[in-house]
């Protein structure tokens, strides 16, 4: 089993910054792929960003140039930092790690993100 706790959501105005966090614990020998996701109020979980253990990365068109996912696999954590923000990045964020994008097996248990206009 592998733990994830994200942090850093929080309230903050269009056009700025946050850096989320989540750290992982338990079985993290694994190479796993970690990614984020995020679900919008009245909307489906959707996909952002995904990094696998050698660094391969791929984002969601709408964050492409805004978000910038990373990971430090000495501290088993992975980062997703978002600039020039907009409202509609509003949601609640997920990490999750898996053997891919479309197959996570662990999910934390989110932070919120909201972008005032």
């Known amino acids: 089993q592998v733990q994830l706790v994200e942090s850093g959501g929080g309230l903050v105005q269009a056009g700025g910054s946050l850096r989320l966090s989540c750290a992982a614990s338990?079985?993290?020998?694994?190479?796993?792929?970690m990614g984020w996701f995020r679900q919008a109020p009245r909307k489906e979980r959707e996909f952002v960003a995904v990094?696998?253990?050698?660094?391969?990365?791929d984002y969601a068109d709408s964050v492409k140039g805004r978000f910038t996912i990373s990971r430090d696999n000495a501290k088993n954590t992975v980062y997703l930092q978002m600039n020039s923000l907009k409202p509609e990045d509003t949601a609640v964020y997920y990490c999750?790690?898996?053997?891919?994008?479309?197959?996570?097996?662990?999910w934390g248990k989110g932070t919120l993100v909201t972008v005032s206009s």
């Open positions: 338990g079985r993290t020998g694994m190479r796993y792929v």
């Open positions: 999750a790690a898996g053997v891919s994008r479309i197959m996570m097996d662990y």
């Open positions: 990094i696998s253990w050698s660094g391969s990365i």
